[in-house]
């Protein structure tokens, strides 16, 4: 028997999903140890439930410091720069979303809780060069996506999945960060980067710095990339340095260290990655 209810949840679902809208937001109350923060949710019907805790921010806490300079790469709506920006305390975390729509988001959460934290939302995309970059959705309201033309994909089912297309800005980041923040640069000390398969080619891009200022990073292998674009992911990262270990979410300290091997174990998971000679438990 069909349940009617749940065919007129799909059409509506899809329906959604092919026709643009602006979505606002509703601004919420999370309780944590130190006192209650505001976070504005997005109301984007297709959005992940983005929800943080006190569990996220006693995660950050172990690789930011109060002062310490951070930076989240592919922020989306706020959900890891806020956590971010509390355990730095007043220290600046650059928080980068190239989408417009949800810039919006990350703009007004930015500009909640300024008592507790210093979130700087930059439109722009990190990019090696500066310019105009064409990203794709899977909905016409652009709530999931990114640059995955940089991406080999070679059963073509995830970018099938994302044919809405959005001009987006990039900038050389690097150069952006020596031009802006050359003061502030020795106290950066954790890097998120989440671009839906384009972080192997951020991390190249940022060489240079992760080389000389040994920031903790975060990035996210994708289900979609092959087993040699899993390799130049942790390539990226141990040529600079780096030891990869298998993240189960941000909650709790790693302990699994990921190799071109047991990488292939898993379609999706996130990478927390410490310079050699950093010890895990801080």
Same mark, same amino acid.
């Given at each position: ?55 996220? /921010? ?7 410091? *109060?002062?310490?300079?951070? +930076?989240? !790469?592919? =922020?989306?709506?706020? @959900? ?96 952006? /960060? ?7 640069? *020795?106290?950066?000390?954790? +890097?998120? !980067?989440? =671009?839906?398969?384009? @972080? ?83």
């Amino acid at each position: 028997m069909i349940k009617i209810p749940n065919v007129v949840a799909r059409i509506k679902s899809e329906r959604e999903r092919r026709t643009f809208k602006e979505y606002g937001t509703v601004v919420q109350t999370i309780e944590l140890a130190d006192g209650p923060v505001q976070f504005a949710k997005w109301q984007h019907p297709l959005e992940a439930p983005g929800d943080f805790d006190q569990s996220h /921010l006693d995660f950050f806490k172990q690789w930011v410091k *109060s002062g310490d300079m951070a +930076i989240d !790469i592919g =922020a989306f709506t706020g @959900d890891t720069a806020v956590p971010m920006a509390l355990a730095a305390g007043g220290g600046p975390v650059l928080a980068l979303e190239p989408n417009p729509y949800v810039f919006k988001v990350l703009e007004e959460n930015a500009g909640l809780n300024t008592d507790r934290t210093n979130i700087v939302p930059l439109n722009f995309a990190a990019t090696d060069t500066d310019g105009s970059f064409t990203f794709e959705y899977s909905d016409a309201s652009f709530c999931n996506g990114g640059f995955l033309s940089k991406i080999k994909d070679q059963a073509g089912e995830h970018k099938a999945q994302h044919k809405y297309k959005l001009e987006v800005q990039g900038q050389d980041f690097e150069r952006y /960060l020596r031009t802006n923040y050359a003061d502030q640069l *020795s106290s950066l000390t954790f +890097i998120k !980067i989440d =671009a839906e398969g384009y @972080d192997k080619e951020i991390i190249r891009s940022l060489s240079k710095l992760l080389k000389e200022f040994h920031p903790v990073v975060i990035t996210e292998c994708l289900p979609a990339l092959d087993d040699g674009e899993r390799h130049e992911l942790l390539k990226s990262l141990t040529d600079n340095g780096y030891i990869p270990y298998r993240l189960n979410g941000f909650t709790e300290t790693p302990t699994e260290r990921l190799t071109e091997e047991n990488s292939k174990d898993r379609s999706h998971f996130d990478i927390l990655a410490v310079p050699e000679g950093t010890s895990l438990n801080r």
